[in-house]
């Protein structure tokens, strides 16, 4: 992988995170992470949401005016979100049911339009496309992360109704974690979200602090050997 897609990639994934970061999109974040599929679908429809949209921006970015480019920004987003609105209405309508009000709120998504502003609009497709779908690998793997800690905590399983997007030959992959679990009510409603993503941004801030200081680390003992 080149340079510039390596940067991109560890922008999106870690280093400037939609959610651990940014603190982006945390309404849809809070509120639908209850089961790991209910975050795995508002993830990927974010994401596929970020591609589009960066795609897109790319490349019209010449033709269009620096007075108007944030209403046409919106547009694009918009048209976006409705066909993947209306295409998961068509194929996983029970998802859809239980994602509800939170899919047509990507539109109002933060980070997407940021980054059409920020990124798309300034950038070549190539890297554009990148951007979008790292930045939104970064969002879905938090949804996930917290999605994976709720559900465990507070259902005892993992994989819950997966079969609402893989079919119902997928029902076999629903985990029971406890024998009669009877479930942990503060994990699967919103205060135990934001407990949640609070221990998931101190176990990254402590990740980070400790490669900074290996890092400074090998940077003494190389310049030591330098002088020596």
């Known amino acids: 992988m080149n340079s510039p897609y390596r940067d991109i990639a560890y922008e999106g994934l870690w280093n400037n995170n939609t959610a651990f970061v940014q603190l982006l999109g945390l309404c849809p974040l809070l509120a639908i992470?209850?089961?790991?599929?209910?975050?795995?679908?508002?993830?990927?429809?974010?994401?596929?949401?970020l591609i589009c949209s960066n795609v897109t921006v790319s490349a019209i970015r010449h033709w269009v005016r620096p007075e108007i480019r944030i209403p046409v920004f919106v547009l694009i987003i918009a048209s976006i979100v409705t066909v993947i609105e209306l295409s998961m209405n068509a194929w996983f309508h029970e998802l859809y049911d239980i994602l509800g009000i939170f899919i047509p709120?990507?539109?109002?998504?933060?980070?997407?339009?940021?980054?059409?502003?920020?990124?798309?609009?300034?950038?070549?497709i190539p890297h554009a496309f990148a951007d979008g779908l790292f930045m939104g690998l970064g969002f879905t793997f938090v949804l996930l992360l917290l999605g994976t800690l709720r559900e465990a905590i507070g259902f005892g399983t993992l994989f819950q109704q997966i079969e609402l997007m893989f079919g119902d030959g997928a029902k076999w992959l629903t985990v029971s974690l406890f024998e009669n679990y009877r479930g942990y009510l503060l994990a699967i409603l919103p205060p135990g979200a934001f407990l949640g993503l609070g221990f998931l941004i101190a176990l990254k801030n402590m990740i980070d602090r400790r490669l900074s200081s290996k890092t400074r680390t090998v940077q003494i003992e190389h310049t030591s050997h330098s002088m020596g």
Do not use: H
């Open 33 to 49: 992470t209850n089961t790991m599929v209910n975050s795995l679908g508002l993830g990927l429809a974010t994401t596929l949401t």
């Open 105 to 124: 709120l990507i539109v109002t998504n933060c980070a997407i339009i940021a980054r059409a502003e920020a990124f798309a609009s300034r950038n070549s």
